[in-house]
């Protein structure tokens, strides 16, 4: 089997542990934690990792030229750019430090409603997490040239192996009374030791070699204008996803970032189960877009993907609506409480409901970078995520969390609306014919599904039992009504082939 193919399922395996394991650990430690201090441990993580974008796309940017350089069998070109690379990578881990001291005198006045035993915590907690920045981002240059060389098995291995040890490890420290301090010390350790092993391998093993031969101001300004338009993607992840750690932090209280901070866990969990389906169709789709396939043949792949995603989204959110109050109670309600958890519950619904548009049609993303028209996209994103952060930073004031979140998916929910006509009319898809294929037969059963889900969470009860009872019902009303009235022929096939497959490596 191929490095791209074992990649591949490493890549499954992956999403699968992060998303199990995160549900099963998130209890657990908010638990041992406590709704104050794993507030400021989530927090402080998210502010962090804001100063993670002084690595301005630089790991991504890694990639496409180690793999440049080693088609093109240029190995003194490779030997430099790796160079210059790592001594980037030295001024940006400076800058880190530095930003990082600056924040640091401004902790106190900063989160205003933290008590001073929860400001020692927070300033501990941010000088490891500074610390293991700017040890993290060279060696994630490490982590970038095993990928441009597609030697993905060992990162990925790696990554896993090193995802469960901690999970482990982490069970441990909370049992023997461990707290957040704790936790972060942990990190760091697990985040030197992938360092090393990467090294080792990418030096021992692949055989690289760093040499500077000539540092030129031209070629970094070359390898900086690759890099710009994913740092532009940064941005506005960072303003999608940690925003509101920022706003929430200066004017609410740890138990409140605590709500806010696993409705957001919870809401990007759903996005995974999508993109684990929907990416293996990418590579084929952005091969339509480079020979120049027509609009109509795009529109007929973007289709094809889009339904995909949708019978899995369709899945979780109906589920979500019905049972998720329920679920949220029985896994995290008793550290949050009854109004703790239904917020949780509300923020992750109001996640799951606007970003169902931007999965589906995850494959316009691939046209815009096979067609390098990913400027438009990336400025009206990062515009309407800092409105809607604004206008979110507004909102929580009177509204708190759910201000938070309400404010910042406005402005998901104008983009894509924006984007959409941006597809039609710039780039040649056929929108309407696009929704048109989507919804066909499937929100017919959809619409069932959820009449039936209605009746479905009547079934008397509370606990764990009666909310498997209540999947389990669900999850084989929604199965059959999708197979024998939702899908067409290919996702049949693909549906009977998956688990014809599955099947025979068993027997």
């Not at 507030?39 to 100063?51: D, H, K, Q, S």
């Not at 960072?238 to 919870?266: D, M, N």
């Not at 438009?376 to 969390?401: E, P, W």
Request: glycine residues 10%; aromatic residues 16%.
């Amino acid at each position: 089997m191929s490095q791209l193919k074992k990649g591949a399922i490493l890549n499954y395996i992956t999403i699968f542990l992060t998303n199990i394991i995160g549900l099963l650990m998130t209890p657990f430690i908010l638990n041992h934690l406590g709704k104050s201090e794993y507030g400021i441990y989530i927090t402080i993580g998210a502010l962090v990792g804001t100063i993670s974008l002084l690595d301005f796309g630089l790991n991504n940017t890694v990639v496409r030229f180690v793999a440049k350089y080693k088609a093109e069998k240029d190995r003194i070109g490779l030997e430099n750019f790796l160079a210059t690379t790592m001594l980037l990578y030295g001024i940006i881990s400076t800058l880190v430090v530095i930003f990082g001291m600056v924040f640091y005198g401004y902790i106190d006045s900063y989160f205003t409603q933290m008590t001073s035993a929860e400001l020692e915590i927070a300033k501990v907690i941010f000088i490891i997490l500074i610390f293991n920045l700017a040890i993290g981002l060279p060696g994630g240059a490490l982590t970038g040239i095993c990928n441009g060389y597609e030697a993905f098995v060992f990162p990925k291995t790696l990554n896993i192996i090193r995802y469960v040890l901690r999970s482990l490890t982490v069970v441990a420290i909370l049992s023997f009374g461990g707290k957040a301090i704790a936790l972060v010390i942990v990190e760091s350790i697990f985040n030197i030791l992938v360092i090393a092993s990467t090294a080792y391998f990418v030096f021992k093993k692949l055989k690289v070699k760093i040499k500077l031969h000539q540092l030129s101001g031209k070629f970094v300004k070359h390898i900086f204008s690759y890099s710009t338009w994913i740092f532009v993607f940064a941005l506005v992840s960072l303003f999608q996803w940690k925003s509101g750690h920022w706003v929430l932090g200066r004017i609410a209280t740890p138990e409140v970032l605590t709500i806010y901070g696993i409705g957001i866990v919870l809401g990007s969990y759903y996005g995974a189960f999508s993109t684990a389906i929907s990416s293996v169709f990418l590579p084929r789709a952005t091969q339509m877009s480079v020979r120049n396939a027509s609009g109509e043949e795009l529109t007929s792949m973007m289709i094809k993907i889009g339904r995909l995603s949708f019978i899995i989204l369709m899945y979780i959110l109906v589920a979500f609506v019905f049972f998720g109050k329920q679920f949220v109670q029985l896994w995290v309600g008793a550290e949050l409480g009854e109004q703790g958890s239904y917020e949780t519950w509300l923020i992750a619904l109001m996640i799951m409901v606007a970003y169902t548009l931007p999965l589906v049609q995850g494959f316009g993303n691939s046209i815009l970078e096979a067609k390098n028209k990913l400027s438009f996209k990336a400025i009206l994103y990062l515009t309407f995520m800092f409105i809607g952060t604004v206008a979110g930073a507004f909102l929580a004031r009177s509204y708190g969390a759910i201000g938070m979140i309400s404010g910042s998916i406005s402005g998901w929910l104008i983009v894509q609306n924006v984007m959409n006509f941006y597809y039609h009319n710039v780039i040649g898809l056929n929108i309407p014919r696009f929704f048109k294929g989507l919804l066909n037969k499937t929100i017919i059963v959809v619409l069932a599904v959820v009449f039936i889900s209605f009746f479905i969470n009547l079934i008397p009860g509370s606990g764990w039992i009666n909310f498997v009872i209540k999947g389990v019902t669900y999850t084989l009303t929604y199965g059959v009504l999708i197979y024998f009235f939702g899908m067409v022929n290919f996702e049949k096939d693909l549906f009977k082939n998956s688990f014809s497959a599955i099947f025979s490596r068993i027997t």
